[in-house]
Nanobody, 112 residues
Framework: QVQLVESGGGLVQPGGSLRLSCAAS????????MSWYRQTPEKERELVAS????????NYADSVKGRFTISRDNAKNMVYLQMNSLKPEDTAMYYC?????WGKGTLVTVSS
C-alpha cells in the first residue's frame, strides 16, 4: 500500500534551518509529482512547494520563495524540503503529499 513517511521536524530558532524528508513506498514514485503542505490549528492546509515527477520543475508559495527548496531523489524514493531562514510563522505541521495520499506529518516549531 502507499505510504508517505515524513521526518526531520523539530524545534528551531528563528533564522535557523531544517531539512524535512519524505520516504515514499507502495507506488512508482518516479512517475508522480510530489508536494509539501503545511497546516496550523488556525489555518487551512496550504501548499508550500511542489515538484514534478522528474524534478525538472518546482513551485513555491509566495511566503516561502527564496527560503525553501524542494527536491527529490527518484533512486531513493525520497522527497525533501530544505527550509532556511525560518520564521515563527513557519511553525506548522508539514505534510508530504503524492499520488493522492497524505503522510501523517512532521511538526516544525520556530521559536526562541
Amino acid at each position: 500500500q502507499v505510504q508517505l513517511v515524513e521526518s526531520g521536524g523539530g524545534l528551531v530558532q528563528p533564522g535557523g534551518s531544517l531539512r524535512l524528508s519524505c520516504a515514499a513506498s507502495g507506488f512508482t514514485f518516479r512517475m508522480y509529482g510530489m508536494s509539501w503542505y503545511r497546516q496550523t490549528p488556525e489555518k487551512e492546509r496550504e501548499l508550500v512547494a511542489s515538484i514534478t515527477s522528474t524534478g525538472g520543475s518546482t513551485n513555491y508559495a509566495d511566503s516561502v520563495k527564496g527560503r525553501f527548496t524542494i527536491s527529490r531523489d527518484n533512486a531513493k524514493n525520497m522527497v525533501y524540503l530544505q527550509m532556511n531562514s525560518l520564521k515563527p510563522e513557519d511553525t506548522a505541521m508539514y505534510y508530504c503529499y503524492g499520488r493522492s495520499y497524505w503522510g501523517k506529518g512532521t511538526l516544525v516549531t520556530v521559536s526562541s
